[in-house]
């Protein structure tokens, strides 16, 4: 399964981007996307997540602020930030996880974009 992430880049304190991801390659099944983030000396944290079926999963710092969807068709993750902060700024990483062959489940990740919110 390989990710391709677009649409970082630099921003002001309040304004707006779209990050997309699209996985290629072949699967049993795809059963969740989402997005991760990462600063400087930090642990990578779960931003943004969403199921095959729907199901959405924020981190309380970008709640109402942040909205993610999925294509299923496109085998696409998106994720709309809005009211964006300075505290945003990170690479953003984009995941999935999913079944290669039945019976074996594994996580995948994007290469990052970095997405920096200027005060």
């Known amino acids: 399964v390989q990710l391709v992430e677009s649409g970082g880049g630099l921003v002001q304190t309040g304004g707006s981007l779209r990050l997309s991801c699209a996985a290629s390659g072949s699967w049993v099944s795809l059963n969740a996307m989402g997005w991760y983030r990462q600063v400087p000396r930090k642990e990578r944290e779960m931003v943004a997540a969403?199921?095959?079926?729907?199901?959405?999963n924020y981190a309380d710092s970008v709640k109402g602020r942040f909205a993610v969807s999925m294509d299923n068709a496109k085998n696409t993750v998106y994720v709309q930030m809005n009211s964006l902060k300075p505290e945003d700024t990170a690479v953003y990483y984009c995941?999935?996880?999913?079944?290669?062959?039945?019976?074996?489940?594994?996580?995948?990740w994007g290469q990052g974009t970095q997405v920096t919110v200027s005060s």
């Open positions: 995941h999935a996880r999913a079944a290669p062959v039945r019976g074996w489940t594994q996580d995948y």
């Open positions: 969403i199921t095959g079926g729907g199901s959405t």
